[in-house]
């Protein structure tokens, strides 16, 4: 896909599945929520999750986003690197207001009261940006199309 395509993909897809090192060494696969920002992919969960245990131990993830009920629909996008965990509370209220938006179907004009709303919860919480090393995406539709 190219970077639009890419882009256009993950603004409709609905889940990642993220996948960090559990204490054991086996990869612990989890599905989460995300937001798009200009700057990456944001998801958020509480701060004493085992998610965030591992990633303490071992930032380096692999992410996984992909739709398609048959092979020649399949598209998706994987994604290796690392994560940040964020816990500036501005920016915890700001990707959980728009969860709401993206997940919830909350009216966007609410946005920023949901925000200011969340700021006590938003001690609990973090903020994981995803910082991709590489990226990899396939768009099964295209086969199709090269076949016609």
Not at 83 to 111: H, N, Q, W
Not at 117 to 135: H, N
Request: hydrophobic share 40%; aromatic share 8%.
């Amino acid at each position: 896909m190219s970077q639009e395509e890419l882009a256009a993909f993950l603004d409709q897809c609905r889940t990642l599945i993220l996948c960090t090192i559990g204490p054991d060494g086996v990869p612990d696969p989890v599905p989460m929520w995300f937001h798009r920002y200009d700057d990456g992919l944001y998801m958020r969960t509480y701060a004493k999750s085992q998610k965030v245990a591992n990633l303490r131990r071992d930032p380096r993830v692999s992410v996984l986003a992909e739709v398609g009920e048959r092979y020649a629909e399949l598209r998706g996008a994987q994604f290796t690197g690392t994560i940040e965990i964020v816990t500036d509370t501005d920016r915890i209220c700001e990707v959980f207001a728009d969860l709401l938006v993206k997940y919830e179907g909350m009216d966007p004009s609410r946005r920023a009261a949901a925000a200011a709303g969340y700021r006590e919860k938003a001690a609990q919480m973090v903020a994981l940006r995803l910082v991709p090393d590489a990226v990899v995406s396939w768009d099964h539709r295209k086969l199709a199309e090269a076949h016609a």
